[in-house]
């Protein structure tokens, strides 16, 4: 679940026409160097990352392992690169899931199903012997790591240390084991792993603590993959998505069971001091942005598609409209101006905290007795 960056046509245009052209000019008046990449970056990421879907890297005779494959951004992968040609594992939590027995019916039977709870290292050690075996030497061209959650909403204070413990345990600790786990075999092929991480890694979205904290963690450590494995032609690529319907993000009593677990695990100190109101508008606000969010997964499964296929893939993928947008607005535009960006386009908060609320209203009352008393003393002297 993420920002929903969807602007009206004409707004869009409109700021990409500004914020452009005010870097060109600026480029065009120092006689920059960099100019030339720097456009074309500018151009991809602004236009949402575009970039055309090789052709000459084939999929056929190519095995791709991708992790949380139940439902969301994984299923969608795994039925896409299966009706491409590849060969692929897709792991699910349960394989009588709904997701899973759609895959089983829906897809070729290269497909292999194999039950997998990346935080488990048992589990991610059987689905290694269990790929092995059916690769032989053949060794493993993609590692697509999906599987992720975010499970808190709310101010950092007010989400509970199970919550970022829970983030980190799935978005960063259990991709790493995965990803340590299949590296020998990505090195034999001289694969590719793509992360499909979110721009909440990168940017300060309110009410996303837990959740931006993994993410970064993950944004980091794709980085620090890529350097090392260059050496072994193992390619490393990251997907930030845009706003989609994906996982519990749509289900509405998702949303209300977190809220009332909330309610009752605060300190009723803290839960004075913001407020239930507060805590209670935060909620609405993930429940309507989550039912704004897109429906159509394509943008990311044909992301994962190029980074798998492109003969030099690209470090970042932009996937959805908005994301490049926002990125060029975080690095161009001054921190305040970024954050006022980001505060208004996800969290349209209307409520201040409860205790502010209150010091705000002494403050006002004290301010008017003090009018009061000094036009009193003014009345006396007349």
Not at 47 to 64: S, Y
Not at 177 to 192: D, E, I, Q, W, Y
Not at 209 to 225: I, Q
Request: charged share 15%.
């Amino acid at each position: 679940m993420m920002e929903d960056y969807t602007l009206p046509f004409w707004i869009y245009l409109l700021v990409v026409t500004v914020l452009v052209g005010g870097a060109l000019k600026k480029m065009l008046a120092s006689h920059l160097s960099a100019a030339p990449p720097l456009l074309a970056w500018l151009g991809a990421s602004v236009l949402g990352g575009w970039d055309p879907l090789p052709t000459d890297l084939p999929p056929h005779g190519k095995a791709v392992l991708i992790t949380g494959c139940d439902s969301g951004f994984g299923k969608a992968a795994a039925k896409r690169l299966d009706a491409l040609g590849f060969q692929v594992f897709a792991t699910v939590l349960d394989l009588s899931s709904p997701g899973a027995q759609e895959l089983q019916r829906s897809c070729s039977p290269r497909l292999t199903l194999l039950r997998v709870d990346i935080t488990q290292p048992p589990h991610i050690q059987q689905a290694l012997l269990d790929t092995k075996a059916k690769l032989g030497l053949q060794g493993l061209w993609g590692l697509v790591n999906n599987a992720g959650v975010c499970v808190n909403f709310g101010d950092a204070e007010l989400s509970l240390m199970s919550n970022f413990r829970g983030c980190m345990e799935v978005n960063f600790f259990g991709t790493l084991s995965v990803t340590k786990s299949f590296l020998p075999l990505l090195r034999l092929a001289k694969g590719r792993i793509v992360n499909i991480s979110s721009p909440a890694g990168d940017q300060p979205f309110p009410c996303l603590a837990a959740y931006g904290a993994s993410k970064a963690a993950l944004n980091l450590l794709s980085t620090t993959l890529r350097h090392e494995l260059q050496p072994w032609g193992v390619h490393v690529s990251t997907v930030l998505p845009s706003s989609f319907k994906t996982g519990q993000s749509s289900n509405s009593e998702y949303w209300e069971q977190q809220h009332q677990r909330l309610l009752q695990d605060l300190p009723p100190a803290l839960l004075e001091d913001y407020g239930e109101d507060y805590v209670t508008e935060t909620k609405d606000l993930f429940k309507s942005h989550a039912a704004q969010a897109n429906p159509d997964l394509s943008p990311v499964t044909d992301t994962i598609v190029r980074a798998l296929l492109a003969p030099q893939p690209r470090p970042r993928y932009f996937a959805g409209p908005g994301v490049g947008l926002m990125y060029f607005i975080s690095s161009y535009l001054p921190a305040s101006l970024s954050s006022r960006f980001l505060q208004k386009l996800f969290m349209k908060k209307t409520l201040v905290p409860l205790a502010l609320r209150k010091a705000s209203g002494i403050h006002l009352m004290i301010s008017n007795n003090n009018n009061n008393n000094e036009e009193e003393e003014e009345e006396k002297l007349k």
